[in-house]
């Protein structure tokens, strides 16, 4: 609907509410308290049921903390999106800056297997399957010059998820990646922002 896929809001908020319209008790995992919530109060707005909880994912004991608590609340965990994110510099490999090229490693590839570590974890010791999706990006299967380390980053979370998933697919543990286009999101936005010539350039 429209309000599913509005322009303001991210994948995760829209992938939250889809989610909790079907049915699904919601967990909203993020560093960003104020759209965390707001996310949380859109669900619920919606008729369903949410929960946020602050967590850096690129922390190991932040994401196991989280899984226990989930745990101990709901009984179980079923499923899992991993969806945070961060753009990095747009830029060549010589302009980049070595700490940016590690946080976004960080976040959006180290992130993604520390979550998938502490999931898969639980649902082998469930018994009972699972599902496991993550956003990757038309990043993760063709380069796009001026951003090496996102690029990087979501080639790994694609090969990552066919590791994994070959891995426990005799568990009944589904692991899955999207590779979106450009959706016009807030990152999207904040990537264009600096150059009508840059956006015009993706949307070709």
Request: with cysteine; glycine share 8%; aromatic share 4%.
């Amino acid at each position: 609907s429209s309000d599913v896929c509005s322009s303001d809001l991210g994948i995760g908020r829209a992938t939250a509410k889809i989610l909790s319209a079907e049915g699904a008790t919601v967990i909203v995992a993020d560093v960003q308290d104020k759209e965390g919530a707001e996310t949380v109060a859109a669900v619920e707005a919606a008729g369903g049921a949410a929960q946020y909880h602050h967590v850096d994912v690129s922390d190991y004991d932040q994401v196991k903390a989280l899984i226990d608590t989930i745990v101990s609340t709901h009984g179980r965990l079923d499923g899992a999106f991993n969806n945070a994110g961060i753009e990095g510099p747009t830029a060549k490999i010589l302009d980049v800056p070595l700490e940016d090229w590690d946080r976004v490693i960080r976040v959006n590839l180290s992130g993604v297997f520390i979550c998938m570590k502490c999931v898969v974890e639980q649902m082998v010791k469930q018994d009972s399957g699972g599902s496991i999706v993550s956003t990757a990006s038309v990043a993760g299967l063709v380069a796009i010059p001026g951003a090496p380390s996102y690029n990087a980053a979501k080639h790994g979370v694609v090969g990552l998820t066919r590791t994994i998933a070959l891995e426990y697919a005799s568990k009944n543990i589904r692991v899955n990646a999207v590779c979106p286009g450009f959706i016009e999101t807030p990152m999207l936005n904040r990537v264009t922002d600096a150059s009508v010539k840059i956006r015009e350039q993706l949307i070709k």
